[in-house]
């Protein structure tokens, strides 16, 4: 063998330093590419989210034509709520058994895919819009249509979840949801979606609202304190 020959053998192969560069260079893209993945991964959940809110909000505006344009209960008594049913107040819920669910005719779409909170309320990660539902206290007190002066800016449902209930790190269940005002001691609608939260609309649209827009301070002349009206997210929650 040529002394040529050897020497182009001999650079055949990688050298170590060689090898730990292209190694570097892996990790390096991959630390750059994995939060793209995982945030074109959470957009695809948040699309999909946002297609079951909508579908659970036209099932609703379906169960008013049949009801006097009436909204649905948040519970019909304390086993049968919108969401699901059960026998005692042990059991989970049944999402077959909730008050819309002849509407929707189907279990998935009552889950949103980035929900990670319990199930013993059918894990859903859905609520429906509480100052809807009760007028003054907690007396069942369910709103018309003719009571939404602004139905396209009127919010039916959303992303729900109380993120330090019951464990702080853990995200505890709930099917009602409250405008920013009522959230102390904690929220009970969770921005799951990179910062922001899916909401169905009262007109059957559906749109997602980022946390930071939901619970700006409204300026002082739209304000209605008497009504619990401070923040952006108070008028969208209103019965008007």
């Known amino acids: 063998m040529s002394a040529l020959t050897h020497a182009k053998s001999a650079r055949s192969g990688f050298t170590l330093i060689e090898l730990l560069v292209v190694v570097a260079m892996i990790a390096v893209l991959a630390a750059i590419l994995f939060p793209v993945f995982n945030q074109a991964r959470e957009k695809g959940r948040q699309s999909s989210c946002l297609s079951n809110v909508r579908q659970i909000g036209i099932a609703t505006l ?4 049949d009801y ?4 649905p209960l ?20 049944d999402k077959t058994r909730g008050i819309i669910y002849p509407y929707i005719k189907s279990g998935d779409i009552q889950r949103c895919p980035s929900f990670t909170g319990g199930d013993n309320l059918g894990g859903t990660g859905y609520g429906i819009n509480r100052r809807l539902m009760f007028k003054t206290g907690f007396t069942p007190n369910p709103a018309s249509l ?6 396209s800016g009127t919010i039916l449902f959303g992303d729900a979840g109380v993120p330090d209930f019951p464990i702080k790190g853990q995200t505890g269940e709930t099917i009602s949801i409250e405008p920013p005002s009522d959230w102390l001691p904690s ?3 969770e921005f799951r979606h990179q910062g922001m939260a899916c909401f169905a609309w009262a007109d059957g649209h559906a749109k997602p609202v980022r946390r930071t827009d939901f619970v700006k301070e ?3 002349f739209e304000q209605a304190a008497t009504k619990g009206i401070t923040y952006v997210g108070d008028a969208m929650m209103a019965r008007r």
């Open 62 to 65: 379906l169960y008013t034509q």
């Open 68 to 71: 006097d344009e009436t909204l």
């Open 74 to 93: 948040y519970q019909y008594n304390s086993l049968i709520y919108w969401c699901g049913g059960r026998d005692s107040a042990g059991q989970k819920l």
């Open 146 to 151: 003719a009571d939404l002066s602004v139905p």
């Open 187 to 189: 929220p009970t609608i």
């Open 218 to 220: 409204l300026p002082p």
